[in-house]
């Protein structure tokens, strides 16, 4: 009876325990092989291998969960089959709760082993992704760098290529540093490539290793070239910047030049009239000179920019070929002006004019520069005057004979009529004398003597300029004055001023003379009305200014005086004379200590004695 009772509850702790030991040990297998797994693998072959194991693992133990369940649904029906019979089932209870524990364990240790693994295989794809995308990156920059070349001359494209390559070079850098990256990672992972098999199942660490040391190099390549690129755009963008600085120069320069340059040009006829003209002409030639070198600097920009193999755009070649017509057709012009005025100085230079001497006569010069005259036909006798003006001197004594005359200024003034018509300074109007005395700017602020060079070229432009003036039909201006005009001999006019005016002032024969009694000397002999006259002299004594002092005004007589002394041999007026009239004309003209021109002009119309051989002359016919 108590063996039939039993036998329920043998079987039922007979196929509890059979499946509690049967998926106890499956649970110990599993858990040794994981036990057994490398978590730090890096042989991509032995990772690959080994999650497939593991997954097969997952699987069975996945399949294998439902003993668990079996488990727990037997150990209920055996403590059905024993409620009656016993009452302690601990022991079971502690065997299925060990066996709960075993099975969680080896759940986890799958996940842990499969996490492990899966990390390092993500990692080698990151690292082969990387270097695949690096590959294909170099490819598509190797196109870009060739896309970009010829570079154009388009200061608007190189600037837009530029900011483009900006972008590329920091793609560049980007690619460069992942790949450094992903080498160190690699190289970390395979033990510097010494374990097969250890990236790629297709190749060994050396090809893999290779296959790096590749795409590196090949980035470098480009790293290198894209440099190259970068400086040549800057080289282009650099010339191009200065080929439009030096076009914008050379419109602005040639416009400015333009703007200075006379439509009518017609050559001065006087010396410093023509050395004006030809240092604005010379300095337009230094400014075509310079619009030259500009010009050349461009045309090197452009040769420079297709030996770097950049296309030059054909407006660009077309505004040089019309700067070189524009440039040619400034440059004739100036050429041409300055060849007309150096032909013209040539002309009017004093070293250049023929001399007017009588037969026989020749003319030296001292040391000092002082000229004196040689009578060859007379065993060399030699002379201060010109041959002319001592003929002249000569026939005064049979000329003018007469013992009375009017006034003692009389006979000073019939030899002094007599060489202004031999010099022709009847021909000489003032206002020409002056206009030339301010261009050699005599006048306002003068030197204090003047060589016989100089008054040769000063009394050759004032005559020339003279004879360039227009007749009328009777042979006098618009004043009534006498004009010869072309009648003029200008080179004998010249010699013989000059000589006369040294003849009076020049008496030790040093080779100067005053400016001052220069330009008296000539304005009393000139042509214009008396009252004309009065204020020329006045305007050459007092500076342009409109008063004097005395001491200028005793100055102007002594110098005005010799020219009357120098034609008697009697004193025409004495020092005592001299002064008491000028006391007498500050008293009667003068606003305090000066003398105005219009006072200065009264008392010359009343004829004192210093001057009035002056007046007199005017009125010789």
């Known amino acids: 009876k108590h063996k039939s009772a039993l036998e329920p509850v043998v079987v039922s702790w007979n196929n509890f325990y059979e499946q509690f030991h049967s998926f106890w040990n499956f649970l110990n297998q599993c858990d040794e092989e994981l036990t057994n797994i490398n978590p730090s693998v890096t042989d991509i072959a032995v990772i690959k291998t080994t999650l497939e ?97 010829p570079l154009s001359a388009d ?5 837009a290529k530029i900011d483009v390559h900006t972008e590329f070079q920091s793609e560049l850098i980007d690619k460069q540093t992942q ?27 050396d090809e893999t290793k ?66 004006q003209q030809q240092e604005m002409w010379q300095s337009m030639d230094t400014n075509a000179n310079s619009l030259g070198r500009i010009l050349e600097t461009m045309v090197s920009s452009q040769k420079r920019l297709k030996e770097m193999g950049v296309k030059v755009s054909p407006d660009a070649v077309q505004l040089v070929k019309r700067y070189h017509k524009q440039w040619n057709d400034l440059r004739k012009p100036i050429i041409a002006h300055l060849d007309t005025i150096k032909k013209t100085i040539w002309k009017l230079d004093p070293s250049n004019v023929e001399m007017t001497l009588p037969r026989g006569w020749m003319k030296a010069k001292t040391v000092q520069g002082t000229p004196y005259y040689i009578d060859t036909l007379s065993g060399n006798h030699t002379q201060w005057q010109h041959p002319e003006l001592s003929d002249l001197y000569r026939s005064f004594a049979s000329r003018f004979r007469h013992s009375f005359y009017p006034s003692p200024a009389y006979p000073i003034s019939l030899r002094l009529r007599a060489i202004q018509k031999a010099i022709q300074f009847e021909y000489l109007p003032t206002q020409v004398a002056l206009e030339t005395f301010d261009l050699y700017n005599l006048t306002k602020n003068p030197k204090s003597s003047l060589t016989g060079p100089e008054m040769i070229e000063i009394a ?15 042979g006098t201006d618009i004043n009534g004055m006498l004009l010869g005009g072309a009648s003029i001999n200008v080179n004998r006019a010249m010699e013989l001023s000059v000589s006369w005016i040294q003849d009076v002032y020049d008496l030790t024969h040093t080779g100067t003379v005053s400016t001052l009694a220069f330009q008296i000397a000539i304005i009393c002999l000139s042509s214009t009305k008396m009252d004309e006259k009065h204020k020329a002299l006045f305007h050459i004594v007092s500076r342009c200014k409109n008063t004097i ?10 110098i005005l005086l010799q020219i009357p002394q120098s034609m008697t041999d009697s004193q025409y007026c004495s020092l005592d004379f001299l002064e008491a009239n000028i006391r007498e004309c500050f008293k009667k003209y003068a606003t305090g200590i000066h003398l105005h021109s219009v006072g200065y002009t009264a008392w010359a119309q009343a004829e004192p ?13």
């Open 155 to 159: 200061v608007s494209i190189i600037n």
């Open 460 to 474: 050759l432009s004032m005559f020339q300029k003279a004879a360039s003036l227009p007749v009328s039909d009777d």
């Open 210 to 275: 290779m296959n790096f040391i590749r795409v590196q190099s090949k980035l470098e390549e480009i790293s290198l070239e894209s440099v190259e690129l970068k400086k040549a755009m800057d080289s282009v963008l650099l010339v191009m910047d200065e080929f439009q600085l030096l076009s914008k120069q050379f419109s602005q320069n040639l416009t400015d030049i333009l703007s200075r340059m006379p439509h009518n040009f017609q050559p001065s006829t006087t010396l410093p009239g023509l050395k």
């Open 549 to 558: 002092d005395k001491e200028t005004m005793t100055r102007f007589l002594e």
């Open 179 to 205: 790949l450094s990256l992903a080498l160190a990672r690699a190289k970390h992972i395979t033990g510097d490539f010494s374990i097969p098999n250890s990236l790629m199942l297709e190749m060994d660490g």
């Open 53 to 149: 194991k593991i997954k097969h693992i997952q699987k069975d133990l996945v399949s294998q969960s439902g003993q668990l369940g079996m488990i727990r649904q037997l150990n209920v029906k055996l403590q059905e089959a024993v409620v009656s019979k016993v009452t302690d089932f601990s022991v079971v209870n502690k065997d299925i709760k060990k066996l709960e524990k075993k099975w969680e364990s080896v759940s986890k240790l799958i996940d842990e082993r499969q996490a492990s693994l899966q990390q390092s295989f993500t990692a080698i794809q990151e690292i082969l992704s990387i270097l695949s995308r690096c590959e294909t990156w170099c490819r598509r920059a190797i196109d870009h760098l060739a896309g970009q070349k």
């Open 609 to 621: 004695l210093p001057i009035a051989w002056l007046p007199i002359l005017h009125r010789m016919p």
